[in-house]
């Protein structure tokens, strides 16, 4: 019998309550462990017991991604604004910056990966649901330009809920067809683009650059595809198969070419990048 069993038997019995300090513990939403936060972030959040795969935020995938300060990110001086004057858009911003302490919903720079310079994208869920509005794409198609001019190989990270941000209207819709330009170009040269994605990448994000990858890869049960199952289910009235657009899923009919836990992400990489350049 664990920790927490005991003292939860302790107070059901009406024995002195014991006082735990908030924070300590995380509720598994796929399994409901209760996991020790030490224990979550020493497995990279993935739960121990059942695999499932916590967010993590775009700094701390680029820290367990790259070999150790080696990262170097660019500042692209760039910026949201709020073009159409969307009711509550500014608000949204100032609270993804809280949340995550970014600017925005992406991460972009250079770094190593086995010893090898790669060029590196991550979008951060945590922000606005990592939704692209003109400032990610501009961001992603500046990364994606310096791959092309160093000749580095190009790895995007994806985690988006919605892709497109619909505060941005036809400006957002346009970073579909900018990005996915961008990568027609590095692949017109021959560079390599690795796409790596999490869950969910839903949207414009995966009807865009997120689907585009040489290889593909992705986390285990993470959501891919663009309209979500209760979205499809409500439209056209039809239960959708059992893990239905899960990664699994996607493996067993060609849309992605692995998938792979967390803790295997980085080497799995680096094997790549070794058998490729």
């Not at 990279?44 to 700094?59: E, Q």
């Not at 170097?72 to 609270?95: A, C, M, Q, R, T």
């Not at 957002?172 to 990005?179: A, C, E, G, I």
Request: charged share 25%; aromatic share 8%; glycine share 12%.
């Amino acid at each position: 019998m664990g920790w927490f069993e005991r003292t939860y038997n302790r107070i059901k019995k009406g024995k002195k309550k014991i006082d735990v300090p908030d924070g300590l513990w995380t509720k598994c939403v796929n399994c409901s462990e209760i996991i020790y936060n030490k224990t979550l972030d020493d497995n990279l959040r993935v739960c121990p017991k059942c695999g499932y795969h916590f967010y993590i935020g775009a700094r701390r995938r680029i820290e367990i991604t790259l070999d150790k300060d080696s990262f170097v990110e660019y500042n692209s001086k760039i910026y949201s604004h709020n073009p159409l004057d969307f009711p509550g858009y500014e608000e949204k911003l100032k609270k993804g910056e809280q949340t995550t302490g970014l600017d925005e919903a992406v991460v972009i720079g250079e770094g190593k990966l086995g010893g090898k310079s790669v060029a590196i994208g991550v979008t951060d869920f945590g922000f606005m649901g990592g939704s692209m509005g003109s400032v990610v794409g501009e961001r992603l198609t500046i990364i994606i330009e310096r791959a092309i001019e160093k000749k580095l190989p190009l790895i995007i990270i994806s985690g988006s809920g919605g892709g497109a941000r619909m505060q941005e209207g036809v400006l957002s819709l346009m970073q579909m067809v900018k990005t996915s330009s961008a990568i027609a170009e590095l692949k017109s040269k021959g560079g390599l683009y690795i796409s790596v994605l999490t869950n969910p990448t839903m949207g414009g994000a995966m009807a865009s650059f997120a689907s585009r990858g040489d290889i593909i890869i992705a986390e285990p049960g993470a959501l891919l595809g663009f309209a979500g199952p209760r979205v499809i289910m409500q439209t056209i009235k039809q239960q959708m198969p059992k893990n239905f657009q899960k990664a699994e899923s996607l493996l067993e009919h060609g849309m992605v070419d692995l998938v792979v836990e967390r803790p295997n992400i980085r080497p799995t990489l680096i094997k790549i990048l070794n058998f490729l350049l």
